[in-house]
């Protein structure tokens, strides 16, 4: 069974810009969160999404959203994009609710300028 | 509130035994799970246990849980140079939100 899938892995932006990332999760899979990971904050939670719903959200700004789709994959969009935002940004996909085991993806690896 | 806190750095020696210690604070917590980060990864799910557990063996790996005093640790048997990674304990007090620590880097000297 394929893992947990994140592209781009790799993405460099510049001030301003904004930023779509995408999950695709476990096959089964129906629960998709997201992760922020930074050197001075660790490892953050951006937002869970099941059945194409948001069901819980993190400390973060208007500018951090996401969405889910039927197929249970997801993307997280960043407008407006600044220094502090770069970031390695995981995904991880759970079989219904979070509360069961989560699988990580490799992630996206965030560069502002 | 919620928080995790570990031990940011320790150092073993090849086929010594590592411990690594976690407090938390949500007692509502029901999963307690520990996750290693190898460079330029993601997170490996290692092991969890279930808060009602005091301890969980999963071949090299040893988890213990004192609730009573909010306490986790990791111990890894015959610890290997490719063990050396930053793992990370993580409670989940509510639905998919995962409460990380800061991460504890493992450096195994051979």
């Known amino acids: 069974k394929a893992g947990v899938t994140q592209t781009p892995r790799y993405l460099i932006k510049t001030r301003g810009q904004q930023v779509t990332l995408s999950c695709s999760p476990i096959s089964g899979h129906r629960s998709v969160s997201w992760y922020q990971q930074t050197p001075g904050q660790g490892l953050q939670f951006l937002f869970e999404y099941f059945s194409e719903t948001q069901r ?11 969405r889910q789709f039927s197929n249970s994959r997801s993307e997280m969009n960043v407008s407006t994009l600044e220094l502090g935002d770069s970031a390695l940004y995981l995904c991880a996909s759970s079989l219904v609710t979070g509360k069961d085991e989560q699988f990580f993806g490799p992630g996206t690896r965030l560069t502002v300028l | 509130g919620e928080d995790v806190e570990q031990s940011l750095f320790l150092s073993v020696r090849e086929g010594d035994s590592s411990v690594i210690n976690c407090t938390y604070t949500d007692s509502s917590s029901t999963y307690l799970y520990w996750y290693k980060q190898e460079p330029g990864a993601g997170l490996q799910l290692l092991t969890y246990i279930f808060s009602n557990m005091d301890m969980k063996q999963d071949q090299r790996l ?32 509510r639905g998919g939100k995962l409460i990380f620590g800061q991460g504890t880097t493992l450096q195994v000297k051979p």
């Open chain 1, 56 to 66: 819980n959200k993190g400390n973060f700004p208007g500018r951090f959203s996401g």
């Open chain 2, 62 to 93: 040893t988890v213990l849980l004192n609730k009573k005093d909010k306490h986790l640790s990791l111990r890894i048997a015959d610890t290997q140079t490719g063990d050396s990674a930053i793992y990370f304990c993580a409670e989940a007090p």
